[in-house]
T-cell receptor, first 112, second 114 residues
Framework: SQKIEQNSEALNIQEGKTATLTCNYT??????LQWYRQDPGRGPVFLLL?????KEKRKERLKVTFDTTLKQSLFHITASQPADSATYLC???????????FGAGTRLFVKA | GAGVSQSPSNKVTEKGKDVELRCDPI?????LYWYRQSLGQGLEFLIY????????KSGLPSDRFSAERTGGSVSTLTIQRTQQEDSAVYLC????????????FGPGTRLTVL
């Protein structure tokens, strides 16, 4: 069955450091993969989408990589700030599919 | 423009009662999703609607759950004979036309079954 794995334990880092979050998937052949941010008490907010033919995507301090051989995406936040503290969710999606399944998310805490 | 709205924001009900949760998607969005999120857990896919196609109901946990989307716009998620394990936040999201993958989420409805 399809499975998405994200770091189940919270990630604690110091302000200014780079946070790296991992998303591994099995039994998917995703055409693309999305990353979302969720703050407590709110719905997720879209951050980035990376396609299967893209190795890397950047947006401001965010960088996403996509390795379809390893079946893994890495999400990096450089120069992290306390305001980056949130839960980050990944969602791989197969070609032609609209049914989006999200990973359980990784909770990030950035300490000042 | 307005985002996705959901109502009510909070609902407290007694075990065995029926509840209806409403979602107003972004105007013109063809796809609409319902998810459930229990405390401290990830998003659980429930159902999605895409245009006039038959909905994908594969995530509905039991036949007590049903959803409708009228006129390709507003959607209602109905839970019959609620159980305590139904307590969760129910999130709705909509998505634009072909080629647009981003989902826009509403604020959710927090359901508490006593």
């Amino acid at each position: 069955s399809q499975k998405i794995e994200q770091n189940s334990e919270a990630l604690n880092i110091q302000e200014g450091k780079t946070a790296t979050l991992t998303c591994n998937y099995t039994n998917y052949s995703p055409a693309y993969l999305q990353w979302y941010r969720q703050d407590p008490g709110r719905g997720p907010v879209f951050l980035l989408l990376i396609r299967e033919n893209e190795k890397e995507k950047r947006k401001e301090r965010l960088k996403v990589t996509f390795d379809t051989t390893l079946k893994q995406s890495l999400f990096h936040i450089t120069a992290s700030q306390p305001a980056d503290s949130a839960t980050y969710l990944c969602a791989p999606e197969n070609t032609g599919g609209f049914k989006t399944i999200f990973g359980a998310g990784t909770r990030l805490f950035v300490k000042a | 423009g307005a985002g996705v709205s959901q109502s009510p924001s909070n609902k407290v009900t007694e075990k065995g009662k029926d509840v209806e949760l409403r979602c107003d998607p972004i105007s013109g969005h063809t796809a609409l999703y319902w998810y459930r999120q229990s405390l401290g857990q990830g998003l659980e896919f429930l159902i999605y609607f895409q245009g006039n196609s038959a909905p994908d109901k594969s995530g509905l946990p039991s036949d007590r759950f049903s959803a409708e989307r009228t006129g390709g716009s507003v959607s209602t998620l109905t839970i019959q004979r609620t159980q305590q394990e139904d307590s969760a936040v129910y999130l709705c999201a909509s998505r634009g036309t072909s080629g647009s993958y981003e989902q826009f989420f509403g604020p959710g409805t927090r359901l508490t079954v006593l």
